[in-house]
Nanobody, 112 residues
Framework: QVHLVESGGGLVQAGGSLRLSCAASRTANTMAWYRQAPGKQREFVAV???????NYADSVKGRFTISRDNAKNTVYLQMNSLKPEDTAVYYC?????????WGQGTQVTVSS
């Protein structure tokens, strides 16, 4: 079981920044961020593996950075140069023992 608690969402103007945090109850090999906008499918945003490798969706590459603090079992998503199209519910994701776990989601709204 991996329980995920997210924080850091909110309202920001276009061009601004936010940092999302996801505190996990235990270490997971893979931690990631997804997002889902109204009327859209949930989409991949960023992932970090235990070895430190990362991947990003093309839409956020160069603007978002995923990082993790293993001592705190926490993963972060630094979001810079935010655009209105980044508006979505952002979900923390973890994979451990072949099972996928999700956070509750945190709303990010970017005003134009």
């Amino acid at each position: 079981q991996v329980h995920l608690v997210e924080s850091g969402g909110g309202l920001v103007q276009a061009g601004g920044s936010l940092r999302l945090s996801c505190a996990a109850s235990r270490t997971a090999n893979t931690m990631a961020w997804y997002r889902q906008a109204p009327g859209k499918q949930r989409e991949f945003v960023a992932v970090m593996h235990s070895g430190g490798s990362t991947n990003y969706a093309d839409s956020v590459k160069g603007r978002f950075t995923i990082s993790r603090d293993n001592a705190k079992n926490t993963v972060y998503l630094q979001m810079n140069s935010l655009k209105p199209e980044d508006t979505a519910v952002y979900y923390c994701n973890a994979i451990q023992f072949g099972l996928q776990y999700w956070g509750q989601g945190t709303q990010v709204t970017v005003s134009s």
